[in-house]
């Protein structure tokens, strides 16, 4: 199982979202995480989204600055609440893509949601 995905990210404020497919952060995996935007070719504000690493849905997302080269390290992994295009698109992913996420953290009730769609 890979340690995060990729997904688009139609918000004006983060150019993509890096969501962790289990118990382990992507931060954990910077240098990965960095080659896979270069790959893109992504530039701007990313948005980390923990959900699965650690089942909390109010310390859930983080804003750091990618430079299409490297992590910006001055501005790294501030705690942001994005708008509800974010956590829609996340949740439509993880919807289709349930196979690839360890969503144990999870309480039931919040697993039982994401298998159905529903932003959390």
Known sequence: MRKFVVIS???????VV?????????QENL????????RRRVSGNVVFDLLASNGSRHCRFYETGFDGHAFDIRTRFKAVQPD???R???AQYLQGH????DLSMLT????????????L
Do not use: I, N
């Open 84 to 86: 509800s295009c974010v």
């Open 31 to 38: 240098e990965d995480v960095a080659e896979e935007l270069r």
């Open 88 to 90: 829609e698109a996340a």
């Open 18 to 26: 890096v969501m962790a497919t289990g118990q382990s952060l992507p």
């Open 9 to 15: 990210s139609s918000s004006e404020a983060f150019s």
């Open 108 to 119: 039931p009730a919040m697993q039982f949601a994401a298998k159905r769609g529903v932003a």
């Open 98 to 101: 349930m196979d690839e996420f």
